[in-house]
């Protein structure tokens, strides 16, 4: 089992970065598939970004690809999300994800375990 907890979101202006963390929980951390995902009010849960067990592989959503940058540090138990050129349509709750099968990075329903998330917002 992975519990998973979020950090580094907050308050950020149009054009500005964050740099999200996720820290989890566990001694098999680097077996999972990792990925990030974001709700805002009224909407979907939306695919962010998704990360491979070893880093070596990773994957965005067409609304971040070439702004956020997905990492992974298995020896810290740690995946990251770095945001970059922020937009207000960034703003809403972002969560991390694990996931144990080698299915669907971009489907929620594929991730075993969540966390509470963190709140992102970009002003204009």
């Known amino acids: 089992q992975v519990r998973v907890v979020e950090s580094g979101g907050g308050l950020v202006q149009a054009g500005g970065s964050l740099r999200l963390s996720c820290a989890a929980s566990?001694?098999?951390?680097?077996?999972?598939?990792m990925g990030w995902f974001r709700q805002a009010p009224g909407k979907e849960r939306e695919f962010v970004a998704a990360?491979?067990?070893?880093?070596?592989?990773?994957y965005y959503g067409d609304s971040v690809k070439d702004r956020f940058t997905i990492s992974r540090d298995n020896a810290k138990n740690t995946v990251y999300l770095q945001m970059n050129s922020l937009k207000p349509e960034d703003t809403a709750v972002y969560y991390c994800?694990?996931?144990?099968?080698?299915?669907?990075?971009?489907?929620?329903?594929?991730?075993?375990?969540w966390g509470q998330g963190t709140q992102v917002t970009v002003s204009s």
């Open positions: 994800a694990a996931r144990s099968r080698n299915t669907y990075y971009s489907v929620p329903d594929s991730y075993d375990y």
């Open positions: 566990g001694r098999t951390f680097s077996s999972y598939f």
């Open positions: 990360i491979s067990r070893g880093g070596v592989s990773t």
